[in-house]
């Protein structure tokens, strides 16, 4: 399992949680593959996928092994054998089977087919379950959702091809300019949202900036101009430097706090591929 040398160190402390839940590739004996964040199946795929592992590294292979484990019929993915399915989990199970390369698999076509038939009224995708208690804001799709589908979609035939996730695309936009927490999970744009976090994993600027580079319907939307202004304005001679790491990752050189990531400036790069300027 080669990767650059700079990441060689953080290679062993990922893999070191390969079996924290008594069985393999980050997940439980019973097939959790959320359980355990950042250090889950899920979070697993994205931070070896960004230090550099190859999709066809049988550690790879068995992650997306995992999680196609956990695919109904009907396309959503299970979290746990037992309990709720909402979108957030089919979102994040297939953005990280996207991740590992297998957005264009037969077996996505009809997790792909669902999430298209679950979107909200309002263009995004929303879960019917509201913990912090209803109130208008919560009848809106919720933003962290809609980025982590919209990141799924960006490598499928979908994009830029069909209207419906131009909708998606479009909520996440007018969120720039409402700020407040919307949708079921209360997902907001603050402070803490405004730091640059890295690898992503959680609705931040940086992973907002990232996935909406790929969609036509943003890219010269001026709301999408604002927040990739910022980001830039953030940048060290061009480098890109992680402010708010996950505390469980701030040993990683992958997110240092406060120092120029080479794999997070390597994802900026693609926004700018994406944008033409590159």
């Known amino acids: 399992m080669p990767v650059p040398k700079r990441y060689a160190e953080d290679l062993a402390m990922i893999l070191d949680k390969r079996h924290q839940h008594d069985a393999d590739f980050f997940a439980t004996a019973d097939g959790r593959w959320g359980k355990g964040s950042p250090f889950s199946t899920f979070d697993g795929a994205l931070l070896l996928t960004e230090i550099g592992v190859k999709r066809s590294d049988p550690v790879m292979k068995g992650i997306a092994d995992t999680l196609f484990a956990a695919q109904r019929d009907d396309g959503r993915f299970r979290p746990a054998p037992k309990g709720a399915i909402y979108p957030c989990h089919t979102a994040n199970a297939a953005r990280a089977l996207a991740w590992l390369g297998h957005a264009r698999d037969r077996r996505m076509g009809v997790t792909f087919e669902y ?22 804001e919560t009848d809106t799709s919720n933003p962290g959702v809609t980025l982590a589908a919209l ?44 730091q640059v976090e890295f690898p992503f994993l959680r609705y931040n600027l940086f992973f907002w900036v990232y996935v909406l580079s790929h969609y036509d319907a943003a890219r010269e939307d001026e709301r999408f101009l604002e927040a990739l202004e910022l980001l830039e304005s953030k940048l060290d001679d061009g480098r890109v430097v992680v402010e708010n790491p996950n505390r469980r990752l701030a040993k990683l050189e992958l997110c240092k706090k406060g120092a120029p990531s080479a794999a997070a400036t390597k994802r900026y790069h693609e926004i700018l591929r994406n944008l033409g300027r590159a």
Request: glycine share 12%; with cysteine; charged share 25%.
């Open 151 to 194: 990141d799924a979609f960006r490598s499928t035939k979908h994009a830029n091809a069909d209207d419906r996730l131009d909708g998606a695309v479009t909520t996440l936009l007018d969120h720039w300019r409402v700020r407040r927490p919307t949708g079921p999970c209360h997902f907001g744009i603050g402070s803490r949202f405004l």
């Open 115 to 136: 999430l298209l038939g679950a979107i909200h009224d309002d263009g995004g995708w929303r879960c019917a379950t509201c913990k912090l208690g209803k109130s208008k």
